[in-house]
């Protein structure tokens, strides 16, 4: 894809974005632990924590392609558990010693309310317009609030699953 179609700015939502399940719905919460063998991330009461593996893929490639150099990636979420939401991304890999913390190139942000206002916080961040952004969430109203802004948004009800990372780009590229 040519670089100038393509957004500037990747914003994931984490809960049941790209992992599962969400903070809230976990039974025991911190410490988490990683078992070295497997790589597998547990909290407390043995409740595995996993990244949808579209969602794995698509981190590792904005982290990791020359075509993505330059590109800013973070997270927006509404998440309340934001030290065991933390805790997770440095422990859960992508691959080639990454782990989701580090593909996080531009931080994120942790607020209650309307996604527009997290969007609101990036823009002013970055200094990215909206248009120049991509957002994958698995919340429609989230979807819907944050379209009215300008910015392209990639709808993920089950977590980012294979194809919706690309064809994102695409709705992307065709609206420049």
Not at 22 to 50: C, H, I, Q, S
Not at 141 to 154: P, Y
């Amino acid at each position: 894809m040519p670089r100038g179609k393509s957004p500037k700015l990747f914003v994931f939502d984490l809960d049941d974005t790209i992992w599962r399940p969400e903070m809230y719905l976990l039974n025991g919460g911190a410490p988490f632990t990683k078992d070295k063998k497997t790589g597998r991330v547990r909290d407390r009461t043995g409740e595995e924590v996993t990244l949808y593996p579209a969602a794995r893929e698509a981190l590792h490639e904005l982290a990791t392609s020359k075509e993505w150099q330059g590109s800013l990636v973070c997270y927006a979420s509404r998440c309340h558990e934001t030290d065991w939401a933390h805790t997770c991304m440095d422990l859960l890999d992508v691959g080639d010693g990454l782990n989701v913390a580090s593909c996080f190139n531009a931080g994120g942000v942790f607020q209650s309310g309307s996604k527009q206002g997290h969007f609101q916080v990036l823009a002013s961040q970055h200094g990215v317009d909206f248009e120049d952004m991509i957002f994958f969430d698995n919340e429609r109203w989230n979807i819907t609030e944050v379209a009215k802004m300008g910015v392209t948004c990639v709808y993920t009800p089950n977590g980012l699953k294979k194809g919706q990372f690309e064809k994102g780009l695409q709705d992307h590229a065709s609206r420049k």
